[in-house]
């Protein structure tokens, strides 16, 4: 014999009810089948009754919609007519009957209320039944409990006889309502919220049933609550004791009471969905096979939580003090929920639900009244908006680091962790965290725990110029593959221009972004877009700066210490004073995110990166020579005798690979700004006033206006011509080289002859050589395109995949 329990949405409509014809006509075996109320009707009944017992006593909305969803499943089932109609409608008046009484008195019980909680599962089983052309079974007839109304307490004496007695020699099919069971005085109550598994683990024990099995809305117990996780999957097994910890923690698909009854008889228990009744779900059952790879299970959690500390010198060492507090707590029915206590002993915290928190706190002041007055328990604090959070997995005892691991990945996304419970089973660590972080939270264990099938990172663009636009471009291109074959998912979160930005937490799609910022009525602003992604406080989130403003850089240090990553293209962090880009770096040590700046020199080249691996290894820079501006090195390949000078920067302007005023190329800062920083990256503390430039254009052009520059520079023409014959003729060319040695940087137009590395160095391309202890005799050359919208982004790109960890 089997017990199948359907629950709310299983049962929430004339064609889910079919649904559940097929599969039950489907079993050879005996079946008794449970059933909560169609879906949503409790919530409706309950809401009904406090409408009814206060403010305008109106509680028609809410039983017009009972009545609605009724008739309407009665109406497909059986065209609204036959005896079932009569039946329903009869409960359904006396549910009218007892809100209107309820108004009446402007006062609602306890015990009234669950006169009327069940009626969903009274009217609900007898449609089932009828439906099934099955038995109807009343539980409230052989389910006895005591009279806690809202949550009350079986006696499994009386109630397990009762039982066998209902079914003695059953035979077929039968239905029986969830939740709704009697007190001894025939009176009604009910189980609990969600009661109606519990309902069917009762009977399921008292017939040694040989399989309990609940049928949701979800393809089994998983990893985590889908609706907040994603990615969370189906976990195929689980002992009892764990999928106890974990429905206990607040997963809600199994209610914590159906788990005791049936794991005394060794039923094992099985959850299905009836939207996939072909997923095999999940199995719950004593001895796990194959546990041992995977030591967590399950995350879970329980929000809408206050954390109560109760504090005192007078506690330290004094016995009895947790007994009288949880004694205290007991008397009142307060459940709680974790415990943390330190080994000081001069606190203990409890977590509790918040709307027990009044009554909790008035037992516990009366408890320790003398305590209190006498100064030996000198404070009670209470921390509302919390929220409860349990990894849960058997074989965490087998293993060690798992809190070290947990703890410092959800230290890493900035997440405070506000207390912290472990069991000496091992079978469960709990923390708190307030509510606001709980998303976040979740996601980052269930990220790092449980292999996840892909990895994200989300994504914040600030300038969509040509670099940004040629990032997004070559994202779009790569979203799939890096999916498919990196398991990375790289997110578009948040983008803006210098007018419009937009942000969506599931992803931007990136061909329509340009149409959406257009649209947008969400004014950019650079602390709004900070603000605002600060507010969204997703876990792996990467700020990137594809502007070069100043502005910009200067939230880095904010931005840094939200936990999100920067990687930029602009050069003005690094390149600041000293003092800042130090700092920027300890911040993102510090906080466990990454700074990253790899475009700063020479676009997409590893050049910042090999330097990293170098000194992160142990070898030491002694030297470095590099050519580092792609638009000089142009204008230095281009001059001949037929493109003069001012030609070149025309045209390099041109072809996009100066600056929009050329003069910061020519003036050797952006070469000066590059060398900083690679000394930088080399262990080396200088500022940008301390490099030597020597420029080979006149002072006087760089102070008047662009007009005046691009008419003035022409006159440098014939000069440049002249020495351009002689270099030709000693087999020369020039190139703007910039040195950093025994800590000192310069950068100036060099005369370099055929047999160096600098020589045949094409087009806009960068060379950087190292010299180091390792590579001394010959250096490390690292040479290709410098400059450029697409290398820059490319470079950009690799940062990102950087930041994943991948
Ligand atoms: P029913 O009405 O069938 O009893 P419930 O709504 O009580 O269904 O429970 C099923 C719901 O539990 C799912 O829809 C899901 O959103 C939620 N849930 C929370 N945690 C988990 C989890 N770890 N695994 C599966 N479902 C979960
Ligand atoms: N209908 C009840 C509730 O919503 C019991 C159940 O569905 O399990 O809590
Ligand atoms: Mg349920």
């Known amino acids: 014999m089997k017990v199948l329990k359907f629950g709310g949405t299983s049962v929430g409509s004339a064609a889910n009810i079919k649904r559940v014809k097929q599969i039950v006509l489907a079993e050879k075996d005996d079946v008794i089948v449970v059933v909560s109320a169609l879906g949503g009707i409790t919530d409706k009944i309950l809401n009904a009754a406090t409408n009814a017992a206060t403010g305008t006593g109106d509680f028609h909305t809410e039983?017009?919609?009972?009545?609605?969803?009724?008739e309407e499943t009665l109406q497909e089932l059986f065209n609204g007519s036959g005896k079932v109609q009569e039946l329903v409608n009869n409960l359904l008046d006396e549910l009218e009957q007892i809100l209107t009484g309820i108004t009446l008195v402007g006062e609602l019980t306890a015990k009234t209320l669950d006169r009327i909680a069940g009626i969903g599962e009274r009217v609900s089983s007898h449609i089932v039944a009828h439906y099934l052309g099955a038995d109807r079974k009343d539980s409230s007839e052989f389910i006895r409990t005591n009279s806690n109304f809202g949550r009350a307490s079986v006696d499994f004496n009386v109630t397990n006889q009762k039982i066998r007695d209902a079914f003695s020699g059953f035979r077929g099919k039968a239905v029986v309502p969830g939740f709704i069971s009697k007190n001894n005085k025939g009176e009604f109550t009910t189980l609990g919220r969600g009661g109606s598994d519990f309902t069917a683990a009762i009977i399921a024990a008292a017939l040694d049933a040989e399989i309990l099995e609940i049928w949701t809305d979800v393809n089994g117990f998983m990893t985590a609550d889908p609706r907040v996780i994603r990615k969370a999957y189906t976990i195929p097994e689980l002992t009892y004791s764990e999928a106890m910890e974990l429905s206990h923690f607040g997963a809600k698909v199994i209610y914590p009471p159906t788990i005791l009854p049936v794991y005394q008889k060794g039923i094992p228990i099985q959850i299905k969905n009836t939207?996939?009744?072909e997923n095999a779900g999940t199995k719950i059952i004593k001895g796990v096979k194959n546990g041992l790879d995977r030591p967590i299970k399950g995350i879970s959690s329980i929000s809408g939580i206050t954390l109560l500390t109760i504090q005192g010198i007078g506690m330290v060492g004094v016995t009895g003090i947790s007994m009288r507090l949880f004694t205290a707590l007991a008397s009142v029915n307060v459940n709680v929920i974790l415990i943390s206590q330190a080994s000081s002993e001069n606190s203990i915290s409890i977590a509790i639900e918040e709307k027990a928190i009044e009554v909790a706190e008035a037992a516990i002041r009366e408890e320790f009244e003398k305590e209190i007055n006498s100064g030996q328990v000198n404070k009670i604090e209470l921390e509302s908006g919390v929220s409860v959070v349990a990894i849960v997995g058997e074989n965490m005892k087998h293993t060690t680091g798992i809190a070290g691991k947990l703890f410092s990945t959800i230290g890493k996304s900035g997440v405070n962790i506000i207390a912290i419970a472990q069991g000496a089973s091992e079978l469960n660590i709990s923390w708190v965290v307030k509510n606001e972080e709980?998303?976040?939270?979740?996601?980052?264990?269930?990220?790092?725990?449980?292999l996840s099938e892909f990895l994200e990172i989300n994504v914040f663009l600030m300038g969509i110029g040509t670099v940004g636009g040629n990032l997004l471009q070559q994202l779009q291109q790569q979203q799939n593959r890096l999916l498919k074959e990196k398991h990375l998912r790289v997110k578009l979160t948040?983008?803006?221009?210098?007018?419009?930005?937009?942000?969506?937490?599931?992803?931007?799609?990136?061909?329509?972004?340009?149409?959406?910022?257009?649209?947008?009525?969400?004014?950019?602003?650079?602390?709004?877009?900070?603000?605002?992604?600060?507010?969204m406080n997703i876990y792996n989130s990467v700020f990137v700066d594809c502007t070069a403003s100043e502005d910009v850089a200067a939230l880095y240090k904010r931005i840094l210490g939200s936990n999100i990553s920067v990687v930029t293209a602009n050069k003005v962090a690094a390149s600041s004073e000293y003092s800042n880009y130090a700092e920027l770096k300890k911040i993102a040590k510090q906080k466990g995110v990454k700074f990253l700046f790899e475009t700063n020199v020479g676009a997409g080249l590893p050049i910042i990166n090999t330097l990293n691996d170098l000194v992160n290894s142990g070898d030491k820079i002694l030297k470095i020579e590099a050519v580092l501006s792609g638009t000089l090195n142009y204008i230095f390949n281009t001059i001949s005798e037929d493109v003069?000078?001012?030609?070149?920067?025309?045209?390099?302007?041109e072809e996009g690979y100066s600056e929009p005023d050329p003069r910061i190329d020519l003036s050797g800062v952006d070469v000066a700004r590059k060398i900083l920083i690679l000394a930088r990256e080399s262990g080396y503390v200088l500022e940008m006033d301390e490099i030597l430039i020597e420029r080979f254009v006149p002072d006087s052009l760089f102070d008047g206006t662009l007009d005046e520059f691009w008419s003035g520079i022409k006159s440098l023409d014939t000069e440049f011509e002249q020495r351009r014959k002689v270099l030709d003729a000693e087999n020369k060319k020039w190139r703007f080289v910039a040195r950093f040695e025994n800590g000192k940087a310069s950068a100036g137009l060099e005369e370099v002859d055929a047999t160096h590395p600098f020589y045949d160095l094409e087009g806009s391309n960068n060379l950087v050589m190292y010299t180091t202890e390792r590579y001394d005799e010959f250096p490390m050359l690292i040479k290709g395109y410098g400059a450029g919208a697409s290398v820059t982004a490319a470079g950009v790109f690799a940062d990102l995949i950087k930041v994943s960890n991948i």
């Open 63 to 70: 039983l017009t919609e009972i009545k609605t969803k009724h």
């Open 644 to 653: 003069p000078f001012s030609k070149t920067i025309k045209m390099a302007k």
């Open 438 to 450: 709980l998303r976040k939270t979740l996601n980052v264990v269930h990220e790092s725990f449980f």
């Open 494 to 535: 948040g983008v803006a221009n210098s007018k419009k930005m937009v942000f969506h937490r599931d992803g931007i799609e990136i061909e329509k972004f340009r149409e959406l910022l257009e649209n947008s009525d969400h004014v950019s602003g650079l602390h709004a877009f900070v603000d605002e992604m600060e507010a």
């Open 275 to 277: 939207f996939e009744p």
